[in-house]
């Protein structure tokens, strides 16, 4: 089970700032976060950069081991 951390404008969209969620892929999770947390959610996490275990990927094959973590990271202003 992945645990997934929301960061900024990604945690207001979620509506909660972690979750624990039950998926072998990447691609699966966005899927289940998208279902548990609807459209407008969607359009954040589109913008959003994603990092599994510190690691920034896109790559919807990525495997989600048990203890992942996953965090979600909006675009930050004044970089």
């Known amino acids: 089970m992945a645990h997934v951390r929301y960061f900024a404008a990604a945690a207001e969209a979620a509506g ?7 998926a072998p892929t990447l691609g699966e999770l966005r899927q289940a ?3 548990a947390h609807g459209a407008s959610f969607a359009g954040v996490l ?3 950069s994603v990092l599994v275990d510190g690691a920034n990927t896109a ?7 048990e203890a992942t973590l996953v965090d979600v990271l909006p675009p930050f202003a004044g970089g």
């Open 16 to 22: 909660v700032h972690s979750e624990s969620v039950d």
């Open 33 to 35: 976060l998208v279902g």
């Open 46 to 48: 589109d913008r959003c």
């Open 59 to 65: 790559d919807p094959g990525a495997p989600l081991a």
